[in-house]
């Protein structure tokens, strides 16, 4: 048995994908397919695809049906960092064009800890225990 986290998203799974490898050192895509001519999502689109986001497996594909519905924030990736210069340089990647929930500060749970949700609706937490 296995269990991933899946996000559907509308046309930003690749885009999505890019941010998140380049925001949590040590990720990287491990899988893409793209829709072709045939359908039945827009040819190139994302129709599958895994990544390990620091060692957490991650599927996401852009759905061809379009939903009223996109993220909430009261499921979010959780993150460890080693340091808080990694939590400064993931934070600054992950929060830009998205919106802050709780800034980066010392929450007393953990030493550095910021919420946030990126540009896609995606929500993180970035801790540095």
């Known amino acids: 048995m296995r269990i991933s986290t899946f996000l559907m998203f509308q046309g930003d799974a690749e885009a999505w994908l890019d941010l998140a490898v380049g925001a949590i050192p040590g990720s990287s895509v491990t899988t893409i397919t793209r829709y072709g001519a045939e359908g039945p999502g827009v040819e190139g689109s994302v129709a599958a695809s895994e990544a390990l986001i620091g060692g957490h497996a991650v599927r996401c594909y852009d759905s061809f049906v379009v939903h009223d519905f996109t993220f909430t924030p009261s499921i979010s990736l959780f993150v460890d960092l080693d340091s808080e210069e990694q939590h400064a340089a993931a934070h600054d ?22 919420w946030i949700q990126d540009r896609y609706g995606v929500s993180w937490q970035l801790n540095v225990p």
Do not use: E, K, T
């Not at 990647?93 to 910021?114: A, C, K, N």
């Open 93 to 114: 990647l992950l929060v830009d064009g998205g919106s802050m929930l709780m800034p980066p500060g010392d929450y007393g749970f953990s030493r550095w800890f910021s």
